[in-house]
T-cell receptor, first 114, second 114 residues
Framework: GAGVSQSPSNKVTEKGKDVELRCDPI?????LYWYRQSLGQGLEFLIY????????KSGLPSDRFSAERTGGSVSTLTIQRTQQEDSAVYLC????????????FGPGTRLTVL | AQSVTQPDIHITVSEGASLELRCNYS??????LFWYVQSPGQGLQLLLK??????LVQGIKGFEAEFKRSQSSFNLRKPSVHWSDAAEYFC????????????FGKGTHLIIQP
């Protein structure tokens, strides 16, 4: 079956614009995770969903970041009023179950904020 | 909070030679431990994982890792590397059954010499 897919693969935007990053998890995976990978910070965990619920949003870098998941499937990470420090690769992962679940990663979206 | 240290930023190994990548973690209880590999422009692929039981775990592509509680280590090994093993390797720790996401080390860049 298909793996985790993310779109777009690359996104270049201007400072101050809003962007939406999409993640399609593996079918049947109930848990979904967002990470950010940057040169300075390495791989950072941002948020997870169990079903459509995100119990803890404290990992999001600022209140400009939000995420939602609908139908227990597709998830969108939205960054409002983008800043240059938001430039990074945003990775999505999904897992069949939350506990002891192997996380399968997508190829990522490379975001560049000019 | 948990943390992961990968002491070697870069490692160069000759093709056919053995490999050991170091990983140390900090966590109060037994964590879930993972090794991921990332090729240029690709997402993360799971090599192997440790949840409990046998402390020597086998993974894909001929890799293995040994969990040593006394040393808080989970080093990755391969008896004979191939040029295709050149990539970035990440050690990660999961706690709380995965609900908190994974905490990654900074990664080790593996270079294979012909």
């Amino acid at each position: 079956g298909a793996g985790v897919s993310q779109s777009p693969s690359n996104k270049v935007t201007e400072k101050g614009k809003d962007v939406e990053l999409r993640c399609d998890p593996i079918s049947g995976h109930t848990a979904l995770y967002w990470y950010r990978q940057s040169l300075g910070q390495g791989l950072e965990f941002l948020i997870y969903f169990q079903g459509n619920s995100a119990p803890d949003k404290s990992g999001l870098p600022s209140d400009r970041f939000s995420a939602e998941r609908t139908g227990g499937s597709v998830s969108t990470l939205t960054i409002q009023r983008t800043q240059q420090e938001d430039s990074a690769v945003y990775l999505c992962a999904s897992s069949f179950r939350l506990v002891q679940g192997e996380q399968f990663f997508g190829p990522g979206t490379r975001l560049t904020v000019l | 909070a948990q943390s992961v240290t990968q002491p070697d930023i870069h490692i160069t190994v000759s093709e056919g030679a053995s490999l050991e990548l170091r990983c140390n973690y900090s966590y109060g209880a037994t964590p879930y431990l993972f090794w991921y590999v990332q090729s240029p422009g690709q997402g993360l692929q799971l090599l192997l994982k440790y949840f409990s039981g046998d402390t020597l775990v086998q993974g894909i592509k001929g890799f293995e890792a040994e969990f040593k509680r006394s040393q808080s280590s989970f080093n990755l090994r391969k008896p004979s590397v191939h040029w295709s093993d050149a990539a970035e390797y990440f050690c990660a720790v999961g706690v709380g059954g995965g609900a908190d996401g994974l905490t990654f080390g900074k990664g080790t860049h593996l270079i294979i010499q012909p």
